[in-house]
């Protein structure tokens, strides 16, 4: 039974360094940045959250994070509303730092329609990050 709940729940990455977690029905999608994101800005001093049922297409910036190093957007790969923002991070945008794939996620939409551009599993998305870091 683990192993078919950790198939479901299994992060996919995007290019823009995004992790993306669909629900089992894969009608909602639970966004964030990537570790290697968070380590790439280092300490985060803001985060801008979207609110609660805001239409995003697909490429959209859900919000942004500023640190101390610079600001970035985080994209959306999907159309879709958004149902919840992670509220937590506006008090304490550190959590990113701290735990970006968990505790630090950003928000969650109700899908409509299949991602943007490729998803990638963990592996995947591995092997792009340190490809990128070789050039």
């Not at 198939?7 to 894969?26: F, M, R």
């Not at 009608?27 to 290697?36: E, F, H, N």
């Not at 959306?76 to 630090?104: H, M, R, Y």
Request: net charge negative.
């Amino acid at each position: 039974m683990f192993s078919a709940r950790a198939a479901l729940l299994e992060k996919k990455y995007t290019e823009d360094h995004e992790w993306v977690e669909l629900s089992s029905d894969g009608k909602t999608a639970t966004i964030g940045i990537s570790k290697y994101a968070a380590d790439a800005l280092g300490d985060v001093v803001y985060v801008e959250i979207p609110e609660v049922g805001t239409q995003l297409s697909a490429g959209d910036s859900l919000g942004a994070i500023e640190s101390v190093k610079s600001a970035s957007d985080i994209l959306t790969p999907f159309e879709g509303t958004v149902l919840e923002a992670n509220d937590a991070l506006a008090d304490k945008p550190g959590t990113i730092n701290k735990d970006p794939e968990g505790e630090g996620w950003v928000a969650r939409l109700e899908i409509e329609g299949e991602p943007e551009g490729k998803l990638m599993t963990a592996e995947e998305y591995q092997a792009f990050t340190e490809e990128a870091a070789e050039h």
